[in-house]
């Protein structure tokens, strides 16, 4: 269980770097393709519930 909370603090940390980067530089559905890859693969509820609540934040510079 210690290893799969690890992997998934991992998965999503690289994952928010690039995927802000590419907000930041207006590129919205890359960032948003980023958040599905990770949410195709996270089993972390935690990090899952992370990921999800990104979505808010890129569909508001829509």
Same mark, same amino acid.
């Given at each position: 269980?210690? /290893?799969?909370?690890?992997?998934?603090?991992?998965? &999503?940390?690289?994952?928010?770097? @690039?995927? $802000?980067?590419?907000?930041?530089? *207006?590129?919205?559905? /890359?960032a948003?393709?980023?958040?599905?890859?990770? &949410?195709?693969?996270?089993?972390? @509820?935690? $990090?899952?519930?992370?990921?999800? *609540?990104?979505?808010?934040?890129?569909?508001?510079?829509?």
């Open positions: 269980m210690r /290893a799969r909370i690890l992997d998934g603090s991992h998965r &999503l940390s690289d994952v928010l770097r @690039p995927m $802000y980067c590419l907000r930041d530089s *207006g590129e919205l559905d /890359a948003r393709h980023q958040r599905r890859d990770l &949410l195709a693969v996270e089993a972390v @509820p935690l $990090y899952r519930d992370t990921a999800e *609540g990104q979505r808010d934040p890129l569909n508001a510079l829509s």
